[in-house]
Every structure is written in C-alpha cells, then in structure tokens.
C-alpha cells in the first residue's frame, strides 16, 4: 500500500463494511473505478521508468554477432560435410602395394649412376589373411595353401618388410595365436 493513494484505503473499507457508506458514496467510488485508464499512456510511463532507450549502435552489435555466428555455424557444418564425403566411399579393406625408393649412388663421376629398388615396410591395416598372404608369397615365389577355412577371414594389422627373409615374416605372422603358418618347399601352408 502506498501512502500517496488514499484512495486504496477507502476501497479496501468499503469492500469490507459497506454498511458504514451511504449508496450515494458507493456510487461515486464505483463511477471512479469504472473509468477506462488510458493503456497507452500508461505503457509510455512504464517505458520511460524501466526501459533504457534503444541504441542504434547497440542493435547494429547485436546483429553483426548474430551474422558472424551463423556463418561460423555454416562453415563448420560445410567442412563436416565435406570431410563425410570425401571419406565415406574409400573401402575398409585395402590392399596395399609394396612401394619402391629409387637410390642413386655416384662415384665421383668416375661410374654412371647406379639404381636400386629398396622396398618400403607395407603395413596391413584390417586386412584379412587370405589378401596379405597371396602378396606375400607371390614377393618370395611361394604359394599358399590354407587347410582350415577360419583363418581366411581373419583381419589383421600387420607391417611387412619385404627385405626381411619369408622365415622371419612367417616367424612374424606365427606370434597370433589363431593360425600356424608352416614353410613346405615354396609353398606357404596355413594351419
């Protein structure tokens, strides 16, 4: 209650003991009641209490973050997409080549230059046994028989340096536990 409306007080005792008011000052109060207050002026009163006046330069911020967010947000899902796209069709499985290095030697001048292939290690990246094996033995001249179908579909990750001896790759490839390789003659068995 606000001590500079009297008037809420006397309508608070009205309501509560009409009988003290005549039906004349009943009357009156009520004609004050039904009075239409003006909405309008009293939202400009509002405004201008608890409303700081817009600033120009303020709404021009607001909106150049709302544009710069939207086109980060953009950009970020662009990229994603993009990224899924380029992505998406390569295959699980590869087979990867053995890749040579050419070294050139040169004996001050006196020799033409000597070329040599030098094979890179091939790393086997979830490739199944019946694809790394062929590859293998066809680098050492061998072939491969498999006398249990299971390890076929195994898939390993394996890197294989085509310098190193087929025992050494086969001594390599006998530490998993699913298959046993064994050497017979020029053939590769898979037991």
Not at 62 to 89: C, D, Q, W, Y
Not at 116 to 124: D, L, M, N, S
Not at 151 to 175: H, Y
Request: proline share 7%.
């Amino acid at each position: 209650m606000k001590p500079t409306d009297p008037n809420k007080q006397l309508y608070r005792d009205m309501q509560e003991e009409p009988e003290k008011y005549s039906d004349q000052e009943l009357e009156a109060m009520m004609d004050e009641v039904d009075q239409m207050a003006d909405a309008e002026e009293a939202w400009q009163q509002f405004c201008q209490q608890h409303m700081p006046p817009a600033n120009p330069m303020h709404t021009w911020r607001k909106m150049a973050a709302i544009l710069i967010s939207i086109i980060t947000i953009s950009g970020i899902a662009f990229a994603a997409v993009h990224f899924v796209r380029n992505h998406e069709g390569r295959p699980a499985e590869t087979e990867p080549q053995p890749t040579t290095v050419e070294a050139r030697t040169a004996d001050a001048g006196k020799q033409p230059a000597d070329t040599t292939a030098i094979a890179q290690p091939v790393v086997f990246d979830n490739v199944t046994l019946d694809s790394i094996l062929p590859q293998i033995a066809r680098h050492y001249g061998y072939t491969v028989v498999f006398r249990n179908e299971q390890p076929k579909s195994l898939r390993l990750f394996l890197t294989w340096n085509p310098q190193d001896s087929i025992q050494k790759v086969t001594e390599k490839m006998n530490l998993f536990e699913q298959f046993h390789i064994v050497l017979d003659e020029q053939t590769i068995i898979v037991e």
